[in-house]
Every structure is written in C-alpha cells, then in structure tokens.
C-alpha cells in the first residue's frame, strides 16, 4: 500500500511551529508517524509545504521521499492522491498513533463499501483516511481505547508530553 503524510501545515495554533519536528517523547513528531505507517506501507510520501523546510531536509535522513506542495490540505492532499490505490493518509501530528490501531483500522476499512474510510477517534476525525479510489462515498470506522490525539496547540503538545511513557492502554511502559 501507498502512505502520504501530510506534513505541511502552517502550524498557525502554535505560532507557526513546524510541528513534524517537535520532540516528542525523544522523537520528532514525523519519526513518529512513519514508525506508525511502515508496518503497512511498501512506498512513504511525506507531503511538506514552503512553511516546513526543516522537515523536508529531514525526509532523505528517514528513507523517504517528499514532495513540497503549496500548503493548501485540499490541494497537497490530490497531489498525494496519485494513483495507483488504495492510498492510506495520516497526519504527522498523531503521535500516539501505534501500528495496532493502524491494524485494526485497516482491516475495518478494506471490509467497507466505501471509496474513501475515515479513522474517528474519541473527539471525532483524526487526519488517518483510507483512499480506495477517486471519489464515491465516503464512511468512518470509530475506534475506542487507542489514544487519537492530535497536536495542533501548545496546549496539546504539552497534555501529550505528559503522556510520554505510556501505553495506549494508560500503562507504564516496563
């Protein structure tokens, strides 16, 4: 299957941040998201914007192509949306997005009727979306117990820093 990730934005919630770079717990928010999508992935496509320089010299370190767009989401995400499908689409701010969730997601969607499958999470869209084709319908798989969180405020970034040690399930890392 094809990855894009979507790591372009403006990061305008945190004063233009280049979240893809953050450290979070001892990783930048991208190593994270790539560690996410490998299990599943024969081809990475980091989808980075003139805003995100630092993450786009950062792609060839981590075995993966990028491709600059414009920083537009509607348009960087059609220009990822390449052919040939299914194409599986994650953020690069989830950082507790685990190939577990990714799995059961997967497997959940491929069942689905729909072109287009969206991962929920607890607070509703995560960013993670399944493309089986161009247009169609489109549905959602909600899943529960997997910590969906996404960075997009300090505020955020900080509530995940404290979570930095455990597991989906809220417990220690041994």
Do not use: H
Request: hydrophobic share 40%.
């Amino acid at each position: 299957m094809r990855c894009a990730v979507m790591a372009g934005g403006k990061g305008s919630r945190m004063g233009g941040a280049e979240k893809p770079i953050l450290e979070l717990c001892g990783k930048p928010l991208l190593v994270r998201a790539l560690e996410a999508a490998r299990p599943f992935c024969r081809e990475i496509l980091v989808v980075t914007s003139p805003k995100a320089p630092l993450t786009r010299s950062l792609c060839p370190s981590l075995g993966v192509e990028c491709l600059e767009g414009s920083g537009d989401y509607v348009s960087d995400l059609n220009m990822a949306l390449a052919p040939p499908f299914p194409v599986l689409v994650l953020p690069s701010d989830l950082p507790f997005l685990e190939p577990e969730a990714l799995r059961e997601f997967l497997r959940a969607a491929e069942g689905m009727p729909y072109a287009v499958v969206n991962l929920l999470g607890p607070a509703g869209p995560s960013g993670v979306s399944l493309f089986k084709s161009w247009g169609g319908e489109w549905g959602d798989v909600r899943l529960e117990g997997y910590p969906l969180i996404d960075v997009d405020t300090w505020e955020d970034y900080w509530r995940a820093v404290e979570m930095c040690g455990r597991t989906a399930a809220g417990r220690q890392r041994g």
